[in-house]
């Protein structure tokens, strides 16, 4: 595939990165200087300095015969500007960041055919859907779902004193059907067997049925909990598509903002919510407001250190789980050491969603989890896929790394064992170790 990045900030980066490792022919155009350095001096890709939004720079790289164009530029008119350029030159695919509530709210801009924007994705409601999801699971580092929301795939953290430490995951059985399908422990990912033990600080992946997972995470020594207070720091954008979410989801909202002239102007717009004008690092205004009390404190300011500070401040204080956005990558290990219970970057989740779409059609979704150590994709089994059809999981000689977590099949869920057939129709969630990644495509595509 050929494609063209416009804008190397850090989404525009970490899309190159991936695609260039994947073996893509990447194109990256940006007009700073020093950001044009940075990519040249670290990715194996071709950078130009301009303007992405110039008909004849995009023409000296021969743009019509580029597979996809990706705009994510902190410019909303460019990206845009960028996407009806490459349509007229015959770009398959397009991809704009747009930011800007007035462009994200009007729905007719966004569908407009002129523009020829394949996917519109604004970071801030991407950070705001991807919390809404964790707060239904409260007790997961993260969460996703796939067969139509039918299944589930956990993360969780074995922290100390959790009753699943120590033993083997063929002793831990429960009357539903569930799969540990990766554990994460000290930086490298394992796919195991039935003999490996659970241990403190792991990050176990775990596949169930949704209508099954409360019951199943007791298995693993977890009990969910329900969240119905949220404080949130920063009313920043991410803090208002948020709001927006868990109004409508019944919960009690605390804005806290510095900035009087936008606390009135969030109280204008949102409904419940309750908007107060003041310091979210003053220790005495959260506990005058009840943040030893509040089932989440989100940290969500332009600030990453404010953020990382005052979550630790609230978690001190007793708020049961705290969620912080961190903008910068290198502070991400820092969360973790810490003691943060979850850090959300709406850099890193844009790029995942991007790239989730760019993928080959035949993946319904992809989620990339643990700092990119494995992948999962939801696909659809059909007759092509002669290597996978009519024999048993077990004889299908997967490549190491790569399983079948489960399989959705008549409107019913199943955690497949190996003398399980696939059938065209079926849909599977295939979990992936980063280093086998690549091959999950070509055995999709292999001859039986």
Do not use: W
Not at 46 to 52: A, I
Not at 247 to 259: F, H, M, T
């Amino acid at each position: 595939m050929r494609a063209v990045i416009i804008g190397a900030g850090k989404i525009g980066y970490n899309i190159a990165e991936t695609l260039s490792n994947e073996g893509h022919d990447v194109y990256v155009i940006e007009k700073d200087e020093e950001r044009k350095q940075i990519v040249e001096e670290n990715l194996d890709v071709q950078v130009m300095m301009g303007n992405g939004a110039d008909s004849r720079l995009l023409e000296s790289i021969d743009i019509e015969g580029a597979d996809l164009l990706i705009a994510v530029t902190e410019n909303d008119e460019l990206n845009m500007m960028s996407c009806m350029l490459a349509g007229q030159y015959g770009v398959k695919k397009t991809v704009a960041r747009v930011r800007k509530p007035e462009y994200d709210r009007n729905n007719k801009l966004a569908s407009n055919p002129a523009l020829n924007i394949d996917l519109m994705i604004n970071p801030e409601r991407v950070a705001a859907a991807e919390i809404a999801k964790i707060i239904s699971v409260p007790e997961a580092v993260d969460v996703n779902y796939y067969a139509k929301g039918k299944i589930t795939l956990l993360e969780l953290l074995i922290e100390a004193g959790n009753s699943s430490i120590g033993y083997a995951l063929k002793d831990l059985r429960g009357k539903h059907q569930f799969l540990v399908a990766a554990i994460y422990r000290d930086g490298s990912l394992i796919i195991p067997r039935g003999d490996d033990k659970i241990m403190q600080g792991d990050r176990v992946f775990l596949i169930g049925r949704t209508d099954q997972m409360r019951e199943v995470e007791k298995v693993l020594g977890f009990q969910r909990r329900t969240i119905r207070s949220v404080m949130l720091m920063g009313g920043s954008r991410v803090a208002f598509y948020l709001a927006q979410l868990l109004e409508k989801r019944g919960l009690e909202v605390k804005i806290i903002e510095k900035d009087y002239k936008h606390c009135k102007h969030l109280a204008g717009q949102l409904d419940e919510a309750i908007i107060l004008n003041g310091d979210g690092s003053d220790i005495d205004l959260l506990q005058d407001e009840g943040v030893q009390d509040t089932d989440l404190f989100v940290a969500l300011t332009e600030d990453d250190k404010l953020n990382i500070l005052v979550s630790l401040m609230a978690k001190r204080l007793g708020a049961k789980k705290i969620i912080a956005q961190v903008r910068r990558s290198d502070y991400m290990p820092l969360i973790e050491a810490v003691g943060i219970d979850i850090a959300i970057s709406p850099r890193l989740l844009t790029a995942e969603a991007v790239l989730r779409f760019v993928r080959n059609s035949e993946f319904l979704s992809i989620s990339v989890l643990e700092k990119g150590s494995a992948e999962v994709y939801e696909i659809i089994v059909n007759a092509h896929m002669k290597r996978l059809i009519n024999k048993p999981i077990k004889d299908l000689g997967l490549p190491k790394g790569i399983l079948i977590g489960a399989m959705f099949r008549n409107n019913d869920a199943v955690i497949p064992s190996g003398n399980d057939v696939l059938m065209p129709g079926d849909r599977i969630i295939i979990f992936a170790a980063a280093a086998v990644v690549r091959k999950v495509e070509y055995f999709l595509r292999q001859e039986a």
